[in-house]
């Protein structure tokens, strides 16, 4: 992991195409601007996390399309 320090202002940039920039600092907040192509996407982690366990939870398990294969051939 990089670490870098930055204050109000100064930004980073992430290859030729995405930069962060710091806005704003007030007691242990960070504010971040992400300048980014629209095909990048970006997320808070705890947004990406839930939006995994969600991918996850609606995965299909072979066993549920046996189960569903199963009812259809009964009908």
Same mark, same amino acid.
Do not use: H, W, Y
């Given at each position: 992991?990089?670490?870098?320090?930055?204050?109000?202002?100064?930004?980073?940039?992430? &290859?030729?195409?995405?930069t962060l920039s710091i806005i704003e600092i007030k007691g242990e907040q960070v504010k971040i &601007?992400?300048?980014?192509?629209?095909?990048?996407?970006?997320?808070?982690?705890?947004?990406?996390?839930?939006?995994?366990?969600?991918?996850?939870?609606?995965?299909?398990?072979?066993?549920?399309?046996?189960?569903?294969?199963?009812?259809?051939?009964?009908?």
């Amino acid at each position: 992991m990089l670490i870098l320090t930055r204050k109000i202002n100064e930004k980073i940039k992430i &290859g030729n195409e995405i930069t962060l920039s710091i806005i704003e600092i007030k007691g242990e907040q960070v504010k971040i &601007g992400v300048e980014a192509p629209k095909e990048v996407k970006v997320f808070r982690q705890e947004v990406f996390n839930a939006i995994q366990n969600e991918n996850r939870a609606a995965a299909v398990s072979p066993d549920t399309i046996c189960s569903l294969s199963n009812l259809f051939q009964n009908k």
